[in-house]
């Protein structure tokens, strides 16, 4: 049986994204419109859910549009804001449940899986063959992309789950370092609350207490134990010392966080690091995008390092567009055409220059690419050597669906309630994670 959850539905947020895209367009979009000459312009539309809405993301979904559209295909937006993509999730599914699914949706990790078994999903092999995905990919990128063998969705990028983010005028005025350890990070938080800034921007929503307390489990307690706990989920681990150790070092972490975080959006975080309102901000990093969509350079306007104690590990989350089953032949040629434009350079560079992520084909000559994906890729490539490349829980890419959610719930509510002690939260994630396997 699926274990897909239907959650309750909720009324989505449909925004559209709108936001112009000069400098993408010029340096991205020649070669595509000269192509566009050669190819037919009767094709038809292909809807794509998303949930790329932040000033970034949009710049970046804009690219796949744009080249969409430079061949003759039309674009459908259907962009349900909200971070994480929980709202877009609902939506998809109600959208799915009443016989409608859009041609193209951003769905992830192990629910590539679930959409696969409830038989939804449209095979991408023609295209996979043509252009040679299996050469292309990484095996742990290809290996999400399949369903039974056959390739049912293209991965856009690698975004990396545990990195922090800080505002160096910050940390200037308050004479700190940007911190390498959990222990530093709370000493240098300090001293920014007496030189009078937000330590640590944090949104209070349920996917973003998540992400940080991911980056808390590696940078606390190392790799291999988050691999037992957050991915295998041992109930041995779940219920340990250790990750009592872990949430009361995450519950901690509310000691540098402001009063106005309950409900914040993640960008509106970043946006206080970008003004020097705070000086950290633990997130992954799509926070970049926000970072270059204000006209920032990293390294100078803005620092980035892995999350506090997490050198040694890359957790990954591979954002994907997974493609649905249609009839309609021209509906299909326009997915076929979505699939081939993700993979080909001229989007993985401009959609990943925009999107803070790294391509997700490893042969790109990344010149255009800043200093942090630069680090982003040597980590990736370095971790998937030494064990330390592992999956993002908090973004979809480690358990599936039911079990992220239950965990996330234990979270949210273990970081909110004062009177919750580490030992019960850790009890709740044992029996989070065998409710969820049933
Ligand atoms: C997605 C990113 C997105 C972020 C914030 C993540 O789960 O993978 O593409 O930018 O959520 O919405």
């Known amino acids: 049986m699926s274990t897909l959850r239907l959650p309750a539905l909720r009324l989505p947020t449909l925004r559209l994204s709108t936001l112009p895209l000069p400098t993408l367009r010029q340096s991205a979009l020649g070669l595509a419109l000269s192509m566009a000459a050669t190819t037919s312009a009767q094709a038809s539309d292909v809807e794509v859910l998303h949930w790329w809405t932040s000033g970034g993301e949009a710049r970046a979904a804009n690219v796949l549009k744009e080249l969409l559209e430079a061949e003759g295909y039309g674009w459908e ?39 696969g078994e409830l038989g939804l999903l449209g095979d991408l092999d023609d295209v996979a063959a043509e252009e040679n995905w299996d050469a292309l990919l990484p095996e742990v990128v290809a290996d999400i992309m399949r369903f039974d063998g056959h390739y049912v969705a293209v991965p856009a990028n690698v975004h990396r789950v545990n990195w922090l983010w800080a505002n160096p005028e910050v940390l200037d005025a308050a004479g700190v370092e940007m911190p390498t350890t959990l222990d530093e990070l709370f000493t240098a938080g300090e001293a920014i609350r007496e030189a009078g800034f937000v330590p640590l921007a944090h949104g209070g929503q349920a996917w973003q207490d998540a992400t940080v307390f991911e980056s808390v489990v590696l940078g606390s307690q190392g790799v291999d134990f988050y691999r037992q706990s ?31 975080m309950p409900g914040r959006d993640w960008n509106i975080a970043t946006n206080m690091v970008i003004e020097g309102d705070a000086g950290f901000q633990l997130m992954g990093d799509w926070a970049k995008g926000e970072f270059t969509a204000a006209g920032l350079t990293a390294g100078e306007d803005y620092l980035c390092a892995a999350a506090p104690g997490s050198e040694d590990a890359f957790s990954f989350n591979i954002d994907s567009l997974a493609m649905f089953r249609v009839n309609d032949d021209g509906e299909r040629e326009a997915q076929q055409a979505l699939a081939r434009l993700v993979l080909e350079p001229t989007f993985q560079e401009a959609f990943n220059l925009a999107k803070g992520s790294i391509p997700a084909r490893p042969d790109l000559d990344m010149s255009e690419f800043d200093s ?28 599936r669906a039911d079990v992220q959610g239950a965990i996330f719930d234990v979270v949210t ?12 939260a850790a009890e709740r994630l044992v029996s989070a994670a065998q409710m969820a396997s049933f």
Not at 92 to 108: D, T
Not at 374 to 398: I, Y
Request: glycine fraction near 10%.
């Open 372 to 399: 942090c994906a630069e680090q982003s890729l040597a980590d990736f490539q370095r971790t998937a050597e030494t064990g330390g490349l592992v999956p993002s829980m908090s973004h979809g890419m480690a358990v």
């Open 230 to 260: 957050l991915v295998e989920l041992d109930p041995e681990a779940l219920g340990s010392d250790q990750m009592i150790e872990a949430l009361e070092t995450f519950k901690r972490l509310r000691e540098l966080m402001d009063e106005g």
């Open 77 to 115: 937006d259907f962009a349900v804001a909200g971070g994480g993509g929980e709202t877009a999730m609902t939506v998809l599914k109600s959208r799915a449940m009443s016989g409608n699914p859009p041609s193209a949706a951003q769905i992830k990790g192990p629910e590539i899986q679930e959409w």
């Open 413 to 424: 509510n273990y970081f909110n309630d004062a009177n919750m002690p580490a030992d019960q």
